[in-house]
């Protein structure tokens, strides 16, 4: 069997109780070493091989999960965050259907909500923003045209964007557009949940400068909207006035 597991964030407790159990009696671990806390391997057995993805192409990934599946051995391919984001995980999963072997994808922390723990901070909050968007600036992968960023910071939800640190410059002159304003807050969160995380607070004028000072150019979230900073509605959940299925209003 294969297990897809995500490693969470960085912290090495932020693994769910599922995703160490099989780290525990994985018979092999393909890990995802540029992002993955080598701490997760001492919770592995002796005997586990271990190998690092960083330097394997997708075909010497599978080829050894097929292999090792041929010998009955329990594998675990382990990638940063929540592997569904991000994870180049669909490519390998197609693969492994191809030749009718079975797999389980075991989820994770994935690294915007652990950025906007650091911050603590919510993105959802009454009459600011009732919307997540997910997204990147396009580098080397593309992003599709109706993805642009100017045409998502339109919409004024609150963003968090992967790989995109490295190229702020681009990022801040469309978010600003889409956006129509300057003073929109920002937090820049490096390495959220590591020893070495960094948090970089500011406003769409000022972040740029502000990250280049930090020396910050990648493994980083970049968090955006007025979920950061401002006013905000009370939640209706925990409205004394307002009822619901677990709760009468106060008279
Ligand atoms: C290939 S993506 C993988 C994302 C991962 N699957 C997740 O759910 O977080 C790598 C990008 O995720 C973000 N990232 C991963 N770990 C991070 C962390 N601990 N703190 C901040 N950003 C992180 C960075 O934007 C980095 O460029």
Redesign the pocket.
Known sequence: MISFV?AG??DVDLITIKGRQLLEKADMVIYAGS?VSKDHLKFCKDSCKIYNSASMTLEEIVDKMEKAVKEGLKVVRL?????T???AIREQMDLLDEMGIEYEVIP?V???T??CSAIKKEFTLPNVAQTVILTRIEGRTPVPKEEDLELLAKHKASMAL????KDMDRVVKKLNKGYGREDVPVAV??????DDEKIIMGTLKDIEEKVEQAGIT????ILVGDFIKGEYERSKLYDPSFSHEYREASK
């Open positions: 995500g964030p960085g992002l990638h940063t965050g929540d592997p984001i991000y994870g994770g994935s690294s915007f652990a950025a992967f790989l995109s640190v969160v490096y390495k959220a949940t590591w990648k493994t980083a979230q």
